[in-house]
């Protein structure tokens, strides 16, 4: 029994062919691309006999096997980031239904169901997933929230689904080099990481850039460069799996012969380690209030999402029967699988990206690669229906 | 013979009730607000029987005494920055028409014409007053810029005007803090600073925050930082009249989970030495080239411009007979003597500013500060007239 590799790979093309104008693959969440994504992805498991269905948040469904049991859950999500690649989610949702239509086609009698899904919304915050596993924050404006993306609190309350699952297993791409450098075919994620995200104002006194002198002046942009100097310094003194990150930086008022008064930036550092991570923070936000007139809020901060022994078992079963070379790795990156994991077994395979690069258009995981993956997630599901 | 404080604190007064809505004072150049000013200016010089004229391009002028002689010419602009204070360029025409009409009010017997300018559009490149002093930049689309301010080249060459005269004189408030940081009156301006500016690409590569090492990353966002403590570190070294900043700067794509890709930045250096400047600017581009992977480029590259000996002399002696104390100084800022002082004798009175505060509603002067600037221009026209 053997995945087709040529049919996932015109599977995958054909979905990326649903993407919005410009560079690379645009399918953000709630799009119409989006929308079409998740009708393409129906209506291509009705024409190989899956039982379709969609909850009414717009998460995807199609499942094989008997109803009645509890079932197995495979598969990641078809929103992308703008201008994103080509595997990111829609390869996690292909493999998956592409190893369920192997197991049709050879006739593998089922113990219990096996369910595709194609989650909505992954890329702005793990959305459809966690509406899925109830999850999903009702504190607030809730129903204006919902409103806003044009779904109903009762929406939600429809759309979640876990309780009928006892395992979820996703395959994603690694988006990182730590695989293509280390040789490997295989990451086997044992925890997602915790992410802690702060939002940093560092203040300064604006002031005209000529008439001020620098012993008198007190400038915003200066202020924070010496910020993120130091914490890079302090992320990299943990070491690995720690990273830290200021995606975000704006400088007030912007204008090349004012002196900033004002200087806005995110910082989030990512581990799998609570105590280290708020050590990184602390000794951070320490500095920041020592030498610097700054305001600082914590904006995110999420603990470590942990795979399930059973599923790190059998994935590591499905690589040693398919002579795979594999390690456990934390997930730097969030994935649907981390909300599913606090409701059941959870598990992910990874394989490697070239040159690690993800969210852009180069994006790119070898054939060979993706054959890999797929059949390792064959061999571990085969492993789970057995269970 | 003394100047009318009152009086001028309302003409300040009513040419500042002329403003956008918002914080502070917004007469932009080129807006209606420009224009209204230019003709309460006018009407305001027609009261006192001043002869007004206008040229194409916008600039307003009123004179008095015998017109057959070149001139002294004494003023400012009247356009400020969005949300800017009541003194930044206003001031300096309110006290040269105080001037004017004091002479006129105790008879003085004039030897040459005095006329008394307000510029058009400082703020954003010194325009009325290049125009004027034949110094704008008319290459390239020169007919197509000029139309999108809705003047011609034809208004234009009718404005250019400096050959009438032999002087120019601008009071205008410092916009720094060593006047009142050194409990002075008075700054007798010798150079306006050469300013030089770049524009900076720092490269890395963009990536997920969560899943790329900090060992494996390039970080623009770092890159910067580090580019940035290094240039104010370079420019300290120099020390005063030495100045550098960074006023702008952008991230791509600025996402707080992807590790910047590319940063853009301007720095701009002032002071009064040319080989300092460019050795300044040397060290920062050899270091950022050396450790970074930049593209920089110099955008703006403009010799200081100097007060001429004999302006110099005329303050110093009007301080002198007024019991002032005064400083030469140099101007970080730009100033509309700057084109001026290519085709004539220039010369600046400074008067202190609050706090160093300027282009922002709290920038102040004081009463007492006004009125020895105005006391010492009256004494400075008085003795170039009798030069």
């Excluded at 504190?139 to 919902?146: H, L, P, T, V, W």
């Excluded at 942009?221 to 914490?231: D, H, I, P």
């Excluded at 990206?353 to 061999?379: Q, W, Y």
Aim: a negative charge; charged letters at 25%; glycine letters at 10%.
């Amino acid at each position: 029994m053997k995945i087709n590799l040529n049919r996932m790979m015109d599977m995958l093309s054909e979905v990326n062919q649903i993407t919005d104008e410009g560079e690379g693959v645009t399918r953000p969440a709630f799009s119409d691309f989006e929308d079409q994504a998740h009708g393409w992805f129906i209506n291509k498991c009705k024409a190989h006999g899956l039982e379709t269905y969609q909850d009414r948040f717009g998460n995807s469904f199609a499942t094989i096997g008997p109803g009645e049991e509890k079932g197995l859950l495979i598969g990641s999500h078809l929103d992308t980031v703008n201008n994103g690649g080509e595997y990111d989610g829609a390869l996690g949702v292909i493999t998956a239904l592409e190893t369920v239509i192997t197991l049709l086609e050879n006739g593998v009698e089922l113990s219990k169901p096996v369910t595709v899904v194609a989650f909505r919304a992954e890329e702005i915050g793990l959305i459809g997933s966690s509406v899925f596993s109830d999850l999903i924050d009702k504190s607030g404006n809730f129903a204006e929230r919902m409103a806003g993306i044009g779904r109903t609190p009762e929406d939600v309350e429809n759309a979640i689904g876990y309780k009928d699952f006892t395992d979820y297993l996703e395959l994603h791409i690694e988006q990182g080099v730590y695989l293509e450098n280390n040789a490997l075919d295989i990451g086997i994620v044992n925890a997602i990481a915790s992410m802690h995200q702060l939002n940093v104002t560092v203040f300064g006194e604006a002031g005209h850039a000529g008439t001020i002198g620098m012993r008198e002046r007190d400038d915003a942009m200066m202020n924070a460069s010496k910020l993120l100097v130091e914490f890079e310094k302090i992320v990299k003194s943990y070491g690995p799996p720690f990273v830290g990150t200021a995606g975000t930086l704006e400088v007030f008022p912007n204008s090349s012969n004012v002196i900033p008064g004002k200087v806005e930036f995110t910082v989030e550092v990512r581990g799998d380690d609570m105590d280290k991570l708020h050590a990184i923070l602390d000794s951070f936000i320490e500095y920041a209030e020592r030498d610097f007139k700054t305001n600082i809020t914590k904006s995110i901060d999420k603990a470590p999402a942990h795979m399930s022994d059973g599923m790190i078992d059998a994935i590591t079963a499905a690589c040693e029967a398919t002579d795979m070379k594999y390690e456990l790795m934390m997930s730097g990156a969030n994935h649907d699988a981390n909300p599913l994991s606090r409701r059941m077994n959870a598990g992910m395979i990874f394989i490697p990206s070239k040159d690690g690069i993800s969210h852009n258009p180069r994006e790119f995981s070898s054939k060979e690669d993706i054959e890999t993956g797929a059949a390792v997630m064959l061999e571990a599901v085969k492993r789970l229906l057995s269970k």
